[in-house]
């Protein structure tokens, strides 16, 4: 692990597959269970609640300690990412940093602020919604992750997430169920911020924290995380028809080969079925079109 301390960047050796790649890419997301040691968790509630004192490693320009103990008891206490503790076991965790450097190259920017979801539970569920200022594109420039610094169970009102809504203005009602994303404390999300999701219905009593925040790429996209060595882009399941699109343009685009996708429309390649006896035709085309990702034509196909 290389913490740079000045440039608020991480670079290690990146943890996902091709396979794994392209599922975050279908998905919208991946969860981490499980992987933060709970005397952290435990510090990390302490500290939300404000039952431990600030200890930043640094105060940053233009800023007081006096700031920085404000900003601990709002609703974005950014404070906590000062904290060398909170820094070594929870923003570079092994196992989330591996998975974040595969999916944003090297040299990851860290977050810079943390909105805390503390809910008071029991409480209903919101409603289905992408976040503001979410953008439909195959870039991933950032990702955003979800931290449960604590037990959260189905009846605590983890967050839920609806998997592949990330690449197109979705809806859906209230009283319809996402994938939760419940857990033992020490858990994580990363997912696009594009994706559709809500906080999920509590019932127990008690108080529920939920940090969220962003870590940001600073290194042009290529596939530098781990090679399968049969890994086909003909053949890789990119998703059915009207997604395959979306999702391929997008794997395309983290592996540095953005220019090289071109659609040519049909049953053309990325879209294919497990009941063709053959790969679908178009696959390396040097001219066609691109996914419709600002939805303005009727066919959902935009210039190349
Ligand atoms: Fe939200």
């Known amino acids: 692990m290389k913490y740079d301390k000045t440039n608020r960047t991480f670079d290690c ?14 998905d919208g997301y991946i969860q981490l269970q499980d992987i933060v040691p709970d005397e952290i968790n ?16 640094y105060i940053p320009k233009g800023m007081t300690h006096a700031d920085l103990e404000r900003i601990r008891d709002t609703h974005e206490p950014s404070s906590i990412l000062l904290e060398d503790w909170y820094i070594e076991h929870v923003l570079l965790n092994p196992q989330l940093a591996g998975a974040l450097r595969s999916v944003l ?14 809910v008071e539970c029991p409480m209903e569920a919101q409603p289905w919604h992408h976040d503001a200022d979410h953008v439909f594109g195959p870039e ?17 009102g983890p967050t839920e997430l ?23 404390a020490g858990s994580f999300v990363i997912h696009s911020q594009s994706i559709l999701h809500r906080r999920g219905e509590s019932t127990a009593s008690g108080l529920r924290h939920m940090l969220k925040y962003s870590y940001w790429r600073t290194d042009p996209p290529t596939r530098d995380w ?41 049953q053309a390649w990325p879209w294919s079925s497990t009941n063709q ?13 691109l996914p419709n990702w600002r939805k303005n034509n009727p066919d959902d196909y935009a210039v190349g």
């Open 162 to 184: 609806l998997p592949g809504s990330h690449l197109s203005p979705t809806s859906r009602d209230i009283s319809e169920k996402g994938v939760a994303c419940n857990g033992p």
């Open 277 to 289: 006896i053959g790969p679908s035709y178009g696959y390396g085309q040097s001219n066609g079109y």
């Open 13 to 26: 050796e990146p943890t996902l597959t091709d396979s794994q790649v392209l599922q975050f890419c279908r």
């Open 105 to 118: 190259g090297k040299n990851v920017g860290l977050p810079v602020l943390v909105s805390n979801h503390r």
């Open 42 to 57: 435990q510090r990390t509630f302490d500290y939300l609640n404000g039952d431990l004192p600030i200890n930043p490693s």
């Open 226 to 266: 781990i090679h399968e060595p049969d890994f086909d882009f003909q053949m890789a399941p990119y998703g059915g028809h009207g997604v395959a699109r979306y999702v391929a343009h997008m794997f395309y685009w983290l592996c540095g080969k953005g220019d090289e996708f071109h659609l040519i429309g049909g």
């Open 140 to 156: 991933i420039n950032f990702v955003e992750v979800f931290y449960f610094p604590q037990d959260t169970p189905l009846e605590l």
